[in-house]
């Protein structure tokens, strides 16, 4: 893996070591203002539980893919049930759910520029094993941003997202090369940040604390 240790990324990068991305992205922007207490501790709430909804629903449909015909059968699966089952629980619940991340497989979950001071602001909280606690945004003030880290922290992961020829056998490393020629998802290790939920809660429909 690069370091590209160059102006504002150096100081993360001696934070977390070369091995945690995201390492080659330089932030232009930083991490938006947080809305009130009440926002946050309501949009946290709410974000919380749809992001962990949304992680059984995917983990489950994965699981059953590897379970009929492993994980080369769960790729293309993957690939193409993850953004309906996504756009589903968004509409379920009235909010939008994206996975986005500093190393895509999907070009569709590439981070932008604020997205990314989110992941650089994870990537250094990121101690140990604990994952660091999720925050809120306000990118638009009728909208509360909820952000989570994804932690990459299951051996499982690994069979798609680690090290090819190593944790990813020839045949799935081919398959992934087929259905997204430009990935950048492969590499990572067990403990690191693979990305982030964002799911956008209009503030309307939060719960109020009496
Ligand atoms: C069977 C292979 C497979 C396994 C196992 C797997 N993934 Fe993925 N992962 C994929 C595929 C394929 C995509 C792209 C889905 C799409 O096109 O929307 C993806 C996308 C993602 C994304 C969205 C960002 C991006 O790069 O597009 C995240 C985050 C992610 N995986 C995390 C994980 C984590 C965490 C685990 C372990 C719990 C895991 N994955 C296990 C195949 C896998």
Redesign the pocket.
């Known amino acids: 893996m690069k370091c590209l240790a160059t102006g504002i990324v150096l100081p993360l990068l001696l934070m977390v070591g070369c091995s945690k991305p995201p390492e080659s992205t330089t932030p232009t922007a930083a991490v938006p203002a947080a809305p009130s207490a009440e926002v946050q501790k309501g949009a946290i709430q709410i974000g919380k539980s749809i992001a962990a909804e949304t992680f059984s629903l995917l ?1 489950s449909n ?1 699981q059953a ?2 379970q009929q015909g492993g ?1 080369s059968n ?2 293309p ?3 193409l049930a ?2 309906p089952l996504t756009a589903g629980m968004a509409g379920k619940h009235g909010v939008t759910i994206r ?3 500093h ?4 070009p ?2 590439r981070a932008d520029t604020t997205e990314l001071a989110i992941l650089n602001h994870f990537a250094a909280a990121l101690t140990g094993t604990n994952p660091p606690p999720p925050l809120v945004t306000n990118l638009t003030s009728s909208t509360a941003t909820f952000f989570a880290p ?5 051996e ?2 690994l ?3 680690g090290e090819p020829g190593k944790d990813i056998s020839a045949e ?1 490393v081919a398959i ?1 090369q087929r ?2 020629p430009q990935d950048d ?1 492969t590499g990572f290790k067990l403990g690191q940040l ?2 982030a939920w964002r799911i956008d809660i209009p503030v309307a429909t939060l719960p109020r604390t009496p």
């Open positions: 983990s994965l893919a590897i994980v769960a790729l699966f993957c690939s993850a953004s996975r986005m991340t190393k895509s497989r999907n569709a979950d994804i932690i990459l922290n299951n499982l992961c069979k798609c997202h799935n992934i259905l997204y998802a693979r990305g």
